[in-house]
């Protein structure tokens, strides 16, 4: 079912947040019509599906953790209050009720399962830490307004755009955490296929910076404010550690993928969920098992991955 939620969330992501928005300014032929009606309607089939497969892990998530009882009944509340919302604007005090459940599911995610992290090292555990904490500090931004109109406080609050570009800055980390705990390989395959997307932002960027910087944010939620090449990088270094770790982690695949889909600061209750599943697979004891040195030469030697194995 994981692998489903990943394809139904990169779809919504690329075709409904991405190729439908920026298709808004390309000119308008009968055909560029006729094929952005598709693109949208089958970004909204996968948009509808990822919510209902996001939401069944969700539920089924707080089931196998079930004898943790705080985490499971967050999870359970988040579940509930979401298909509650479908039917009714929730006040400002429901709301507020919703993003703290929100927000102590990742803490606890976050903090499950000590024994495993011991095995990992410190790049194992800045590879769980920073995007539980950007996901955390993008919650938080959006938790604070609904707080000050609850207490009817003067607004806007204090820090929150620094506290924005802090979750931002956090989401950069985490890439580059996960490629130095996954990602250094030797062979030069993935590096030059995770290129390929460095490059087309780059270029974008290069010919158009205000108009890539509004894509990126209906996109992905990244503001740009850092320099653009760490952003680069990031999406480099991104695609290298999945093609690295596609046939030896593919729990951490999954992981990365479902961020990437969810986007800093999610807006929507399924990619909300989309980024608690993907800390809960960072959390799971597979993570924590070194990568099997290569072997030597034998006259029975193990099928090659699809690429080299990291350094």
Excluded: C
């Amino acid at each position: 079912m994981v692998r489903w939620l990943v394809l139904a969330a990169l779809g919504e992501w690329l075709l409904l947040r991405t190729i439908t928005r920026a298709a808004i300014h390309v000119p308008k032929s009968p055909l560029i019509i006729t094929l952005y009606g598709v693109v949208n309607q089958v970004g909204q089939f996968t948009a509808v599906l990822a919510a209902l497969l996001a939401l069944v892990l969700l539920l089924w998530i707080a089931w196998e953790i079930r004898r943790a009882l705080w985490l499971p009944l967050g999870l359970v509340g988040l579940a509930g209050l979401s298909l509650l919302f479908l039917f009714l604007v929730p006040p400002v005090w429901l709301a507020l009720a919703y993003q703290l459940l929100a927000l102590a599911a990742v803490l606890l995610l976050s903090t499950a399962r000590q024994e495993t992290r011991a095995r990992t090292g410190l790049a194992g555990a800045a590879a769980r830490f920073f995007p539980a904490a950007a996901l955390a500090a993008g919650l938080a931004v959006q938790l604070l307004p609904n707080l000050y109109s609850l207490l009817n406080l003067p607004g806007p609050p204090p820090l929150t755009g620094r506290l924005f570009n802090l979750g931002e800055l956090l989401v950069a980390a985490s890439v580059f955490s996960w490629w130095w705990g996954y990602g250094r390989v030797r062979s030069w395959q993935p590096w030059v296929l995770a290129a390929l997307p460095a490059f087309l932002f780059t270029a974008s960027f290069l010919r158009d910076p205000a108009m890539t910087g509004i894509l990126t944010i209906w996109s992905t939620g990244l503001t740009l404010f850092l320099p653009w090449p760490i952003y680069a990088v990031a999406l480099w270094l991104a695609g290298v550690t999945v093609l690295a770790n596609w046939r030896q982690r593919p729990q951490l695949v999954n992981a990365i993928l479902l961020l990437l889909a969810a986007g800093y600061a999610p807006q929507l209750s399924s990619q909300l969920f989309a980024a608690l599943i993907a800390l809960w697979l960072l959390n799971r004891p597979a993570l924590s098992v070194p990568a099997p040195t290569a072997p030597r030469r034998r006259n029975l030697s193990p099928a090659p991955p699809l690429f080299e194995r990291p350094v």
